[in-house]
């Protein structure tokens, strides 16, 4: 079982940064190193979409809506995963939620809040 924490959500002025945290809790080392991660995003009356994945053998993947703005990564001995994102817009206020993928089995965090304002 693996328990997914979010955090690092919050109000941003369009043009800024933030940084999303996704600790994941109740799963040891080798867990986490075989996982694939993944943040996800939902806007109100939208369908949740995938943002960036961060595959276990070091791969990553963009959706082109945040191709050069975000980032993510991974601290394996942390078992966390970061959203780096840059030049916030107003297209990007949503819920992000942090995905993990072991073994076949889907894990999601309750997902944190972004709001941008002008």
């Known amino acids: 079982q693996m328990q997914l924490v979010e955090s690092g959500g919050g109000l941003v002025l369009a043009g800024g940064s933030l940084r999303l945290s996704c600790a994941a809790r109740r799963s040891i080392l080798s867990t986490f190193t075989s996982s694939n991660m993944a943040w996800y995003r939902q806007a109100p009356g939208k369908q949740r979409e995938l943002v960036a994945s961060?595959?276990?053998?070091?791969?990553?993947n963009y959706a082109d809506f945040v191709k050069g703005r975000f980032t993510i990564s991974r601290d394996n001995n942390k078992k966390t995963t970061y959203l780096q994102m840059n030049s916030l817009g107003h297209e990007d206020p949503a819920v992000y939620y942090c995905?993990?993928?072991?073994?076949?089995?889907?894990?999601w965090g309750h997902g944190t809040q972004v709001t941008v304002s002008s």
């Open positions: 995905n993990a993928e072991y073994a076949g089995r889907p894990f």
């Open positions: 961060s595959t276990r053998d070091g791969s990553t």
